[in-house]
């Protein structure tokens, strides 16, 4: 059985139903995954976040470096035993933190030299390294180590990431000893297509696993996301499964599997949570405020989450003025919730045929810089 398996392409349209075969079981694409950064999703016990209808859930490979250990972690019987998630898991390589942590870490041709944000002690990450920390750890789905730059960035710097990316994916596949795992290379390039295309070019012939867009979501703004994903995505195999690593408002989602992409990660449902802003149907809610004090109505009213089912806005509300823990927890439940309803919500439209019209509608009414607000 091939790993990725296409069910089908709305008709004149790049938007299409997939299945992800892993090792740990099969996912339905287009899927969003959880980020549970340092092998949890934070307040979020498995079982909860299985029934919020997630299928894939991320970790990093940098941060579970530093704490627990890889080695902690591989003897006591691998990632999915250790965080007693049984579904899947993708681990980043840690490229993404050579941009995030650009204050402590220094780039070079052979790899990146971190000072740890922890303790302030040296880490040094390679292509070869972060692919055996990943063999080692045992997801289901690892990244090549690359080279995520910032916007607005120069030329110049974004060409050497490429080369770098390109270099390291080489790497990464040639030291990749863990037949179970798929490992997927990621494009980078900024806003800049040639480069785009360059990195395409260079990537595609080493036939990965599946591929990734990376780079994005970096302060470049929803159209030229959009326009960068649409013309990278147009580029990759039809055959494989192509990510868009760290996009996550529901507007940046839609836009992208209208472009064809399958795979989606953010943080932003659990840490938008956490500081009490809640997603709906209807555009997002801020429950710290006042006009939620003696709302008997839940975050929303069609929504089936525990959260919806059994607490009100008003309880919430008083859950964080009063800064106990059930509140955030509370909100992400119900964020993580609306996520994987929307994307059911895709599936079922790409499914028969209404999605191209849906997503116009829902593109439309949504602001593109990602904060529509409701607080009727």
Not at 51 to 74: C, K
Request: glycine content about 10%.
């Amino acid at each position: 059985m091939n790993a990725f398996t296409i069910a089908q392409t709305e008709p004149g349209r790049r938007a299409r139903l997939g299945k992800l075969h892993t090792a740990h079981g099969t996912a339905l694409t287009p899927a969003f995954m959880p980020v549970g950064t340092r092998g949890c999703v934070k307040g979020i016990l498995p079982q909860t976040l299985r029934e919020t209808g997630a299928q894939i859930m991320l970790s990093n490979t940098y941060h579970l470096l530093l704490r627990p250990g890889v080695d902690i972690v591989e003897s006591l019987g691998g990632l999915h035993r250790f965080t007693a998630w049984d579904g899947p898991i993708l681990t980043d390589s840690g490229g993404y933190q050579v941009f995030s942590l650009s204050s402590l870490n220094r780039v070079g041709e052979d790899g990146v030299e971190f000072a740890s944000h922890i303790d302030g002690r040296p880490i040094f990450l390679n292509a070869e390294i972060a692919t055996r920390i990943q063999n080692r750890l045992g997801a289901d789905i690892i990244m090549c180590f690359d080279e995520c730059t910032p916007y607005p960035c120069e030329t110049e710097r974004i060409e050497k990431a490429v080369e770098r990316t390109v270099r390291w994916a080489r790497q990464c596949k040639e030291s990749h000893d863990n037949p179970r795992q798929m490992l997927f290379g990621i494009i980078q390039g900024g806003v800049d297509l040639s480069l785009r295309d360059r990195c395409l070019d260079a990537l595609i012939p080493m036939d990965f696993d599946g591929y990734a867009v990376g780079g994005l979501s970096v302060g470049e703004g929803h159209e030229a996301m959009i326009r960068t994903v649409a013309h990278t995505a147009a580029g990759l195999p039809e055959s494989k499964p192509r990510y868009l690593m760290g996009v996550g408002m529901p507007v940046d989602i839609v836009a992208a599997v209208r472009a064809g992409v399958d795979m989606f990660d953010c943080v932003l449902p659990s840490r938008n949570g956490r500081n009490g802003f809640a997603f709906t149907e209807n555009g997002a809610i801020r429950l710290r405020n006042s006009i939620h004090g003696s709302d008997p109505d839940p975050i929303e009213r069609d929504c089936p989450c525990p959260t919806c089912r059994n607490f009100s806005r008003s309880a919430i509300r008083h859950f964080f003025n009063v800064g106990e823990m059930l509140g955030p927890i509370l909100a992400t439940i119900h964020n993580l919730t609306y996520y994987q309803r929307l994307m059911t919500r895709i599936r079922d439209r790409i499914a028969d045929g209404s999605f191209g019209v849906w997503s116009e509608e829902f593109i439309r009414t949504r602001k593109p810089n990602g904060i529509e607000e409701n607080e009727s």
